[in-house]
């Protein structure tokens, strides 16, 4: 049957008549059609239109379907950068906590948070994270030696190892950093479907060092740091929970004037109507955060080239005063360079498939 309406459709094709640049030679100047040739000839290109994809089809182009809500299937493009942005696009439409890279413990955690504040008070636990954050632009090495140090000196002390300091700081700050291989150039990251690749698809480099006998390493590596974590982690604490209800609040205060036709003050981002608009129709909420995602290249040193690149998150539910201070400014990735990136969307696709998972969580409600 489906054969059949493919025949019947390419047979219609062919026999319907071509209204481009029709023209009546007769006529004074009066080439409008009809409006039963209009009629027709909208007919015309739909069936045309339908007989394309029918042949695309039957050649093997990809397809790719649309989720509950995402439309209709979209015709995969013939020119392959563009293809490719179609996959990331699906993949991020399609993102779930599971299907992503974090660890089951993070995942548990994002879906079961910590409740009230952490709990550091005790002794050991402060003085080994006192420890790693001093060491912070040390080597593990040089942690373990102080950590040796002081038990020499204090024998009942029990620091934390390296290891277990890190996921005590993890768990408290949320910052849980993902790694992906990236081309040597900067061109790409090997991520989404160029996760398999083994060299880089713009400039041929190969992805990892070959060394006879061992496993092959990634040349160069990139990092994302989600945004899930250190969302719950602002939401523990007290402050951080208060001071991220400044949105709600402004939202209401500016609905309430344009009730009493009070003249709008445009002080903040949430007084346009856009916005006001956008919020009506998700129903936003005081627990619902809103954020602004920021990719920008740093020079970071004064006499030496450098082409690094950095994202961060801000968080929009901060009071504009405290909205852009480094301290409220969360990361989002580090692509070390040493140039351009050239396919932004694969260095991108991490956070945002991360940041579509959890809009998609709960059947669409969020975390």
């Not at 992805?207 to 006879?212: L, M, S, W």
């Not at 994302?224 to 209401?252: C, E, F, H, N, V």
């Not at 690149?309 to 301290?327: E, F, L, Q, S, V």
Request: hydrophobic share 30%; with cysteine.
């Amino acid at each position: 049957m489906e054969n059949r309406n493919r025949e019947d459709a390419n047979r219609t094709v062919g026999q319907l008549p071509d209204f481009e640049g029709t023209e009546d030679s007769d006529s004074d100047g009066d080439e409008d059609m009809s409006r039963e040739d209009r009629s027709l000839a909208a007919t015309v290109d739909q069936i045309r239109l339908q007989a394309a994809v029918v042949q695309m089809d039957e050649e093997g182009v990809e397809v790719f379907e649309g989720g509950a809500d995402e439309g209709p299937p979209i015709v995969g493009s013939r020119i392959e950068n563009v293809h490719i942005a179609q996959q990331y696009i699906q993949g991020i439409s399609s993102a779930t906590l599971d299907n992503g890279t974090l660890d089951e413990e993070v995942v548990d955690r994002l879906r079961n948070p910590i409740e009230g504040e952490v709990d550091i008070s005790d002794p050991d636990i402060r003085l080994s994270l006192n420890i790693f954050l001093a060491c912070s632009r040390a080597s593990e090495a040089t942690y373990n030696s102080v950590c040796d140090g002081i038990r020499r000196r204090f024998p009942g002390i029990d620091i934390l190892s390296h290891y277990l300091a890190k996921k005590s700081v993890e768990r408290i700050s949320g910052v849980v950093s993902v790694v992906d291989d990236m081309c040597i150039n900067s061109c790409q990251a090997f991520t989404g479907p160029l996760a398999d690749c083994t060299t880089c698809t713009e400039c041929g480099e190969a992805r990892y060092n070959e060394v006879q006998g061992k496993k092959p390493t990634p040349r160069q590596q990139m990092c994302t740091i989600p945004l899930g974590p250190q969302i719950q982690a602002l939401q523990r604490s007290k402050i951080g929970a208060t001071s991220m209800l400044y949105r709600d609040r402004k939202t209401r205060e500016i609905l309430e004037d344009l009730e009493m036709d009070t003249d709008p003050v445009y002080d903040d981002i949430f007084s346009g109507s856009e916005f006001l608009d956008f919020a009506e129709q998700v129903q936003l909420g005081p627990n619902d955060t809103t954020v602004t995602l920021s990719l920008d290249g740093a020079q970071l040193y004064q006499n030496k080239k450098s082409d690094t690149w950095i994202a961060i998150w801000i968080i929009n539910d901060y009071d504009p005063t405290t909205r852009y201070k480094k301290k409220h400014v969360l990361p989002a990735l580090v692509i070390p360079g040493p140039n351009k990136p050239k396919n932004v969307d694969s260095f991108m696709y991490r956070s945002l498939h991360h940041l579509s998972a959890l809009q998609r969580e709960n059947e669409g409600r969020g975390l």
